[in-house]
């Protein structure tokens, strides 16, 4: 199976500022997907990311809070964009198996924000 | 909105006890079920998956059970050990590719 890193795991942000997180897979995957998970919360998927298309963004999430870029089949970077404490969360990324039913996690990035 | 829930937030059970959790779900339409394993500080690890047409699906040590009737899914872990404390998620698939995840479940294993 394919593996999948996030980098940074962890940070701490200031208010205001933006991060971006990125999304490493050792093969290549047509759908890749960003999710947030909230403390004690499960997963609430924020947008799928396709390779040369824009991503679809799920209700309440929009491109300018959220942006994602996917410049190619093996990559994919999500931006926490004019931070606040409510956007603490761990934030992850996952693909779509061969099937495209079942999705692989990577490891999370875990931001906090003050 | 549709979703998918869990009864249990929280499991406790006896080292070599069988676990059993369990998930409702209410999008008749979903077709294919998953469980996943998250623990402290990793991402979510697949368990074992099942597809609409079927109603039990065994894995090593872990079973599920899925009840169309009463849109109801189960995990059962046979022999639990300490290292099954985590997190269980039951997740839909609604079609094109989307999962929709349950609350959650935390599972403490004693020893």
Redesign the interface.
């Known amino acids: 199976s394919a593996v999948i890193s996030q980098k940074p795991s962890r940070d701490i942000c200031q208010r205001g500022t933006s991060l971006t997180i990125q999304c490493q897979v050792d093969s290549q995957v047509t759908m890749m997907f960003w999710y947030r998970q909230q403390p004690g919360q499960s997963l609430t998927l924020i947008a799928t990311a396709n390779q040369g298309s824009e991503a679809t963004y799920e209700s309440g999430f929009v491109i300018d809070k959220f942006p994602i870029s996917r410049p190619n089949l093996t990559f994919s970077t999500l931006t926490v964009s004019n931070m606040s404490p409510e956007d603490s969360s761990i934030y992850l990324c996952s693909l779509a198996g061969s099937k495209r039913d079942t999705q692989y996690f990577g490891p999370g990035t875990r931001l906090t924000v003050l | 909105g549709e979703s998918v829930g869990l009864h249990l937030p929280t499991l406790s059970v006896q080292e070599g006890d069988n676990s059993i959790i369990n998930c409702a779900y209410s999008n008749s339409a979903s077709d294919?079920f998953?469980w996943?394993k998250q623990e402290s500080?990793?991402?979510?690890?697949?368990i074992i998956?099942i597809r609409s047409n079927m109603d039990k699906r065994q894995g090593q040590r872990v079973t599920v059970l899925l009840n169309k009737t009463v849109k109801h899914l189960s995990l059962q872990i046979a022999a639990t050990q300490p290292g099954d404390s985590a997190v269980y998620?039951c997740a839909e698939?609604r079609g094109y590719?989307?999962?929709?995840?349950?609350?959650?479940t935390m599972l403490l294993v004693s020893p």
């Open positions: 294919y998953i996943y500080g990793k991402g979510p690890q697949f998956d998620f698939n590719s989307t999962l929709t995840f349950g609350k959650g």
